[in-house]
């Protein structure tokens, strides 16, 4: 369990965006299909950066990564009591094989700076073959223990969120939380966009 940057950022947990877009692990010569101008696609070469390789063992200890996680949190709030509350995004297939990670996911809302409390947000990549379901305010609709579980561990989004998830076409209430069951790519990543959106839109 550690970090998963490769190259010049190797075993480092946190970095500022500026450092990860300047020093990828590695950067791969790549083709992607453009408009020609007369109706057709031509293939264009392209530099596409790496900043780490996925890897996929020992199935999923959650409870073991959000105790890392909580860590990293304690040391952060240390430092920035003051700041806007870290926000942890959780992508996972939702089916723990270390224990419930109900308990030390409060732990980690429970954790807060001046400003409130820290939020969790969970991606739940399922194989269940479901519809998907952005910013859920219930659990009841949701296929699955996992999926519930996952649920009860999410953040209610805070109103500033609720607001640009509106902005975006989502139905959203008072009571939606930061929970993303079974989207798509698209989806995901416009779920990861409101997620973290900055604050001064609040």
Known sequence: MGPAFSG???GKDLVPISEIANN???IEERTKKIEDGAGGLVDQTIKFPIWFDSVAVNGTPMCKAFTYVMKILEDWLNEYPNSYPPIVIN???GESTDGTPLDISESI???STS???VLLFNVHLSS???NPILFADSSENLPDEYAKLLFEMSSTLPEYMQNVAKMEGHSISSSSRGFVFNADPV???Q???IGTRPSNLR
Do not use: A, Y
Request: proline fraction near 8%; aromatic fraction near 4%.
């Open 8 to 10: 010049p950022l190797l």
């Open 24 to 26: 990828p692990s590695r």
């Open 91 to 93: 992508i996972t297939d």
């Open 109 to 111: 809302k429970s954790l």
């Open 115 to 117: 400003d409130g409390n």
């Open 128 to 130: 269940h073959e479901s």
């Open 187 to 189: 989806s995901v990543i």
């Open 191 to 193: 779920f990861l966009d």
